[in-house]
């Protein structure tokens, strides 16, 4: 009877070893699948945080761009002036309103590509992704604007 009950344990351990690396493989491609599927989500969210931050940095450039435009005239209109009391103020106005233009225009860029940023971490964060998954940790090599 030993025998009997010894032979049908080793007969079941040899079974559940050769069962193994099928249950093994099963599991891991239900892994594979479910962290390709969570990887794919951190893309998305990347993705979308890539074209926010790309149409936030073309607003900037147009804006800033005008501004410098906008001083560029302001400045040839103020030279063309003929009398120190009249030159003097107009550059002082002309350097003001680009000062304003630019604190401006920076502002919505810094606000933009936080929002970006602060939405791409969220939605990353809710896909679960493995660790090490994602770029999160290179936002601070993003322009800052400043």
Known sequence: ?????????????????????AFAQTTAAGTSSSAATKIACVGTAV???ES??????????T?????YTARATALQEAYAL???STVKPAVKAAWATFSTSEKSARSTWQKARNSAWTTYRTTATAC???AGVGDGAMSA??????
């Open 1 to 21: 009877m030993k025998k009997t009950i010894i032979a049908g344990v080793v007969s079941l351990s040899l079974l559940a070893l050769a069962a193994a690396p």
């Open 128 to 130: 679960k992704a493995p």
């Open 82 to 84: 003929t009398t120190l």
């Open 47 to 49: 993705n979308a945080r």
């Open 63 to 67: 804006a800033d761009n005008a501004a």
């Open 141 to 146: 090599s993003e322009v800052s604007g400043n």
């Open 52 to 61: 926010a931050i790309d149409a936030a940095m073309t607003t900037f450039m």
